[in-house]
């Protein structure tokens, strides 16, 4: 391997002048930025070299857009160095800074790159004690105080780990030596930002990336230009989510790479420097290709901006939304959330040219803005888009650049500028001349003074409990606005969109509570609301530990795959990613659908570090309840999980966000810890009657009637509590889009099931329930057993839906079984639920999990699976209580409906207090034409989302995805 310097780190460019070598700071001097639009002076850019080659023997490994020529990348990132050179820019390449910086500091950042170890098949006990010298800390430094400058270049930027064993006569030899090359350090946006204060490092998102960070600091440190802070672990941020558009605003993605609580925490201490920061989210598309801001968005001019077009505009799947923080008072404070990213900047006063998706992907966007319109571009259609644009007035310069975006970005992702000196220490936002706004803005968007979750700083990184008190969330919160200072621990266990959300939220909250309390108690308000909370599935998963006894959940990774591809083809459906995206697009749709109708939404993420893969269902350990209802203050109730990973959902900061709107909570999550653990899943468990103050449980694994009843007595509800059961879903037989079976075999199936069942009817028998009180327990019974339909009111439907093939013949193996009392042996065993699910699971059965399968009602609609109820009188004590009130109309819906998720409905309050019933595309194409009917005759809008892959992955439709804030 050669030894040439230029061919491992690669200077390329032409030789290195005197005027560019120089440091270009010094003591009380600070290079920052104000403008993209402002004039670039400094550039700091890496060539491409070895550690490039090294990591393109895997592109996409290496993070890589795909395979590339090392010779064409050097030339045309020699030819980028060049046209910044012309113009007047001085420009430092990593490889040079580092050559000349001080050898100590050189050689640390060697050694820490350098490592040896011993080979696995190498017992330490039996190696010599040189093999054991040559892996020691003291060999190393021989090794690297050896080195000249280009060799300790060389092992900062390719960071060898040499593997050592021993010949068989017990030599020490080296076995391998792999590299880990820092081959995106080519990037030089990423590792830092400079805002309006001064330079600020960051921290890389990805593993590939982290050991840059360590090399700018070095590289920053020669040039004399001083942090004027960092991002603390675990944050990320990445320099090309930010872009600077004034003294009075900037602009900060928050998504993929950034993480929000790296920009809580700049906005904390104080490291932007202009009076306005918008904080961009991208919640609905997190793609790599879109990996930073930069990529989607940029600046060409004062008044003149490039933007993708497929987010341009509320109806837009792939939407951003703008959380703005204004700075007043020596703080920055929550002024607008959720502002259609678009608008926001043409409210700006700035002219987008929108470009196409292939656009984007050509690099289109990711110019370079050398101040006063100049701009410097890699794809043709840049300089034709701007030319054409009235607006703007500037130069366009194209040059070749393929051999870079090869490597997954362009001239802008290639460059950290450097455009203000600043002789004087760093501006504050207090010296930027304030933007008036207008008195409407104002009264929409009421200020807030900005904090974060007060956690205890000992506190683990994640907690898994919520605070137990009111006190105790008074005291911590009154501590903390006592502390200057929060670590970065105490931050995390917050989610990203709590500290943004925290008290802001709170207070723009609260005054339309007080809006809501003045309301009439009429039925529709105290059934609905027009407010919701909804955490974006960032990461959902499947999840292993809540498969066992959920009937509806796919029960395998392959399975999902397996149900996934017929439902979107194969080609859809390759990898998690493309599962991730599909739910983010129905998640966003969804969103988008009930912004549209005018429901207020608090939007949430969860991050990896959460370990939370079925976030984003938080009716299950939460929900809320207005005075009206509760006959005192709002109530805030927080519930025990069965699963482990669920547990983890109840997130302090949402707690803390909720407690300040509903001053009374009553928290059973300590049952879920007791010697005997008892659980009750929230909205999930319990179907609500707010009116009549009616809960209705179906008791199962996850609801235990002791919880039910504890629950109830606290809220002053009376229960009606049942057992329902389901088929396996081989059995249920999914109606799938494209597959609906015709009138005539589902009339055909229907009979041969009633001439069996009548073959087969047993006698009736009596078990007890899981908390072992004695009542009936899915009993055998005859024809009458099933449901009927009834003349006694034209307001009930019942569908005829059969079952078809093989399926139709395990169901009613299934229903045979169940009704010939071969499920009595389960009265020995009944006080254990989990043997009572498994003896259900014999029979192709089980207990349905959760209340919502079975059961919704709504200000004038109850929808009611009857047939899963097996015992005659649980049947009819339920069918009784909600008959009592005649003034809704009651759905009856089969077996096979509720597998498709008929009663997990949700309505809420839209415009005008508008009914608005969302149910699931797969629950839509489940219903009779007439059912569909009678359900449009009790709503404003019938509102259908497919949330298909939600369905499929968690057993849960569109019910779940909310929690409701009454």
């Known amino acids: 391997m050669s030894t040439n310097s230029d061919v491992f780190l690669t200077n390329t460019s032409k030789e290195v002048s005197v005027h560019d070598a120089q440091a270009v700071g010094g003591p009380g001097v600070h290079w920052a930025q104000e403008s993209e639009n402002e004039a670039a002076q400094v550039a700091v850019l890496c060539a491409p070299g070895v550690p490039s080659f090294v990591a393109s023997l895997h592109p996409h490994g290496a993070l890589f857009e795909r395979p590339f020529n090392l010779s064409e990348a050097c030339a045309h990132h020699a030819g980028f160095v060049d046209a910044l050179r012309e113009r007047g820019v001085r420009v430092h390449l990593v490889g040079d800074v580092l050559r000349r910086s001080a050898l100590p500091q050189l050689r640390r950042l060697a050694s820490a790159r350098l490592h040896y170890r ?12 040189h093999t054991l010298r040559s892996c020691s800390a003291q060999y190393k430094r021989q090794i690297v105080q050896a080195m000249d400058r280009d060799q300790l270049c060389q092992t900062v930027m390719l960071s060898p780990t040499v593997t050592l064993g021993e010949t068989p006569s017990g030599e020490t030899c080296s076995i391998s ?20 204060k001064g330079l600020v490092m960051g921290r890389m998102a990805l593993p590939q990336r982290c050991g840059e960070i360590s090399v700018m600091e070095l590289v920053f440190k020669e040039l004399g230009i001083v942090p004027v802070g960092a991002i603390p672990a675990p944050f990320t941020l990445e320099g090309g989510d930010f872009l600077p558009a004034g003294p009075d605003l900037c602009f900060l993605g928050v998504g993929v790479r950034t993480s929000l609580h790296a920009a ?3 906005l904390r201490q104080d490291l932007f420097g202009t009076r306005r920061v918008a904080l961009v989210s991208d ?9 930073h801001l930069d990529t989607v968005f940029n600046i060409a001019s004062d008044r003149v901006c490039l933007m993708m077009d497929s987010m341009i505009g509320e109806d837009k799947l792939h939407r951003r939304l703008v959380t703005e923080y204004v700075y007043e008072n020596g703080a920055y404070r929550l002024n607008r959330r ?21 656009e984007q992907l050509e690099y289109v966007i990711n110019f370079l803005n050398l101040g006063e319109n100049r701009i410097i571009c890699v794809h043709p259609r840049t300089k034709e888009l701007l030319e054409t644009c009235e607006q703007f007035d500037g130069e366009v310069t194209y040059i070749p650049f393929t051999g870079i975006t090869n490597m997954y970005g362009a001239v802008h992702c290639s460059s950290q500028v450097f455009r203000t000196k600043l002789a004087a ?24 003074s900005f904090k974060t979750s007060a956690l205890p700083l000992t506190s683990a990184i994640l907690d898994d409990s919520p605070s137990s008190s009111q006190s105790d969330r008074t005291a911590e919160s009154s501590d903390l606005l006592a502390i200057p200072n929060f670590s970065a621990l105490s931050m995390l266990s917050s989610s990203p969109h709590d500290l943004q959300l925290n008290h802001a939220a709170n207070v723009h909250l609260r005054s339309l509570l007080k809006t809501r309390a003045q309301s009439p108690s009429s039925v529709l308000h105290l059934q609905t609301t027009n407010r919701v909370l909804m955490i974006v599935p960032t990461c959902f998963e499947w999840n292993s530990d809540t498969s066992s006894d959920n009937l509806f959940q796919a029960q395998s990774w392959r399975d999902v795959q397996t149900e996934l591809s017929a439902r979107y083809g194969s080609a859809s459906v390759k990898s998690l990613r493309d599962v991730q995206h599909i739910l983010l697009d129905q998640f966003s749709a969804l969103h988008r659908t009930i912004n549209s109708l005018g429901i207020e939404t608090l939007l949430y993420t969860h991050l990896p570090v959460h370990h939370t893969p079925e976030a984003c269902f938080p009716n299950n350990w939460l929900s809320t309840h207005a005075p009206a209802e509760t006959g005192g203050e709002g109530t805030l109730i927080l519930y025990p999980m069965r699963s482990e990973t669920r547990r983890r959902e109840r997130r302090h900061s949402i707690v803390s966000d909720l407690s300040e709107l509903y001053p009374r909570e009553v928290n059973l999550s300590k049952y879920e810890l007791g010697t005997v653990p008892q659980f009750l899943e929230g909205m999930g468990s319990l179907v609500l ?8 449980a179906a008791l199962s694994s996850r609801t235990y009637i002791e919880m039910v009843n504890r629950w109830a007595a606290g809220v002053g509800y009376s229960v009606v509590s049942f057992h329902a059961a389901a ?8 109606t799938l889009p494209g597959t609906e079976q015709s009138d005539s075999e589902s009339d055909d199936d229907d009979d041969d099931d009633e001439e069996e069942n009548r073959k087969s009817a047993p006698e009736s028998r009596s078990s007890t329930t899981l908390s072992g009180a004695p009542c009936p327990l899915l009993r055998g019974s005859s024809e009458s057993s099933k449901p009927a339909a009834t003349d006694e009111s034209a307001k009930v439907t019942r569908s005829r839906c059969g079952t078809r093939g093989a399926g139709a013949g395990a169901q009613r193996r299934g229903r045979n079984l169940l009704r010939a009392g071969l499920l009595a042996r389960m009265e020995a065993v009944v006080k254990e639920p989990s043997a009572v699910t498994a003896m259900l699971h014999e029979h192709d059965c089980a207990l349905v999990h959760y209340t919502t399968l079975v059961l919704f009602i709504g200000s004038s609609l109850i929808v009611f699976c009857a047939e899963a109820l097996y015992d005659e009188r649980e049947r009819a004590q339920v069918m009784a209580s909600l008959r009592a009130d005649s003034d809704r109309t009651l759905v009856l819906i089969t077996e096979k409906q509720m597998a498709n998720f008929c009663a997990q409905l949700i309505e809420l309050r839209g415009h005008n207090d508008e009914r608005v019933v969302l149910m699931s595309t797969g629950a839509e194409q489940a219903f009779e034409p007439e059912q569909l009917e009678q359900i449009r005759g009790c709503c404003d809008h019938l509102v259908t989302s497919d949330v298909g892959l939600f369905e499929v992955i968690a057993g849960a439709s569109v019910s779940s995805l909310f929690a409701e804030l009454f």
């Open 689 to 696: 009657d707010r009116v009549a103050k009616v809960a209705y």
């Open 338 to 358: 959720d502002v259609e990213f678009a608008q926001y900047v043409r409210d700006e006063g700035y002219t987008i040219v929108p470009v196409t998706e292939d």
């Open 264 to 266: 809580l925490y700049m």
């Open 425 to 448: 220490p760093p501006l504050t936002p207090s010296t930027v001349p304030s933007c008036k706004q207008s008195d409407a803005v104002e009264e929409a968007f009421p200020r807030a």
């Open 177 to 196: 030596t792999q590299f880990d090359p820092l081959g995106n350090t080519v990037f030089t946006r990423d590792q830092q930002i400079v805002t309006r």
């Open 283 to 291: 919640y609905f598309e997190r793609r790599q290709d879109r990996m």
């Open 118 to 129: 011993l080979s696995e098949d190498l017992d330490p006990l039996r190696a010599s004690v």
């Open 727 to 734: 088929y396996h879903e081989e059995a249920l037989d999914l």
